[in-house]
């Protein structure tokens, strides 16, 4: 049973590779190219000027400023272990050829390929699919600390791995990019991890309130910033042009961002609650009580209507201006469920439903007349003031 696999997990290695499709861009222009598509600051990987990030999350997005896919962005020749935090990266020669590895859903890589080769135009790069090339995995870690002091990393850095820091949040965990030529090698090296399936990484990811690929986007319809790209690194406001900005910039200093993505659980079935120990200690591990409580219980059909109820007399959104309160009385919408895995799910929820104080003041019920509850995003304290963002200024 899925709830006996993940009860007490707290680190564990998951292969993607499936899901996952590697684009290389090699050229001269290439970084002028992909500046000129995406939402965050490519330039950063390569800017001698800069400390280099190990990877960037990003999205590429249509005239219109609807998202395209999203992705995530690395230097091929960074082929070693880096941190988001690593200062003594090798700097490249902007005079040379770069590579850029593009990591893509598999579901939408046909349509990214064509994408990129609609935009080469002129641009003197050649792109080609290089997924044959590596293995791709995550590291989930509760309880992890710092690279550096692993000496695990260090093995895998030895076998000419590429270690990094999912760019969305740290508690994404790892992003490993293996050789094909070193998969052995890399199985032995790993050997300490438990190792799971890639649909406990999905429920994972679910549960922190991240949509990822064409599951959870829409192709050339969604607005990235109500799927929380601000709040997962994945936009630079002080880059530039960019193909799109004009959404992107008008959403975000307007402040018409009046519906984001949340992740949801279903409710225990009749009230039951997993038989665990009381004891265990919840913050150590990948998952929350909420999401062992349902288990067994399917979350709604994607794009299914929600009836979510506040009362917006009492209810105080951190997205809203606290010196107005509202003194509208209690609010009724339909709002939608996106996607879901196993018993959790994200959910489009509009902002001022939600309340800065306690998840639970928001009620929902599913078309079928089921509860659900909000879960805590981990990028929620970003929302509420705990941190301030990572975005660095080009």
């Known amino acids: 049973m899925l709830v006996n696999r993940i009860k007490d997990l707290k680190r564990c290695v998951i292969p993607i590779t499936n899901s996952r499709t590697l684009i290389r861009v090699t050229g001269q222009d290439s970084v002028k190219m992909l500046q000129g598509l995406t939402t965050n600051n490519i330039a950063r990987l390569v800017d001698v000027q800069h400390t280099n990030p190990g990877s960037l999350y990003t999205g590429f997005l249509s005239a219109s400023g609807r998202l395209l896919f999203d992705a995530f962005v690395l230097h091929e020749q960074h082929a070693s272990t880096i941190t988001s935090s690593a200062s003594s990266v090798a700097k490249v020669d902007n005079s040379a050829n770069e590579t850029l590895l593009i990591d893509v859903d598999s579901e939408v890589a046909t349509r990214a390929i064509e994408h990129l080769n609609f935009y080469k135009m002129r641009n003197k790069l050649k792109i080609e699919n290089a997924t044959s090339d590596y293995s791709i995995l995550t590291v989930l870690d509760k309880t992890y600390k710092s690279v550096r002091d692993d000496k695990l990393f260090v093995h895998l850095k030895e076998e000419n791995c590429t270690v990094l820091m999912d760019p969305r949040h740290q508690l994404m965990g790892l992003r490993l990019l293996v050789p094909s030529s070193k998969a052995s090698a890399i199985n032995t090296v790993l050997s300490a991890f438990h190792q799971e399936t890639e649909d406990v990484y999905q429920l994972y990811r679910a549960q922190n309130g991240i949509p990822q690929g064409l599951k959870d986007y829409s192709f050339d319809k969604i607005i990235p910033l109500e799927y929380n790209f601000d709040l997962l690194n994945g936009v630079d406001f002080h880059k ?155």
Not at 325 to 335: D, G, M
Not at 344 to 355: F, Y
């Open 240 to 394: 530039g042009c960019y193909l799109g900005q004009e959404l992107m910039s008008r959403t975000h200093y307007t402040g018409l961002i009046r519906k984001r993505v949340f992740p949801v659980v279903m409710s225990p079935a009749n009230g039951n609650k997993s038989n665990l120990d009381p004891a265990r200690k919840e913050h150590h591990l990948l998952f929350s009580q909420k999401v062992l409580d349902s288990i067994d219980v399917q979350s709604p059909e994607k794009d299914s209507e929600l009836k979510i109820t506040v009362d917006a007399s009492t209810v105080s959104s951190p997205f809203n201006d606290p010196s107005t309160p509202s003194t509208a009385p209690p609010s009724r919408s339909s709002e939608k469920f996106l996607s879901g895995y196993n018993n959790v799910g994200l959910a489009m929820i509009k902002v001022d439903h939600i309340d800065a104080s306690s998840f639970d003041s928001t009620k929902i019920i599913d078309n079928q007349g089921r509860p659900l509850q909000v879960i805590e995003p981990c990028w929620w304290s970003k929302v509420v003031g705990l941190q301030v963002p990572v975005q660095a200024v080009s």
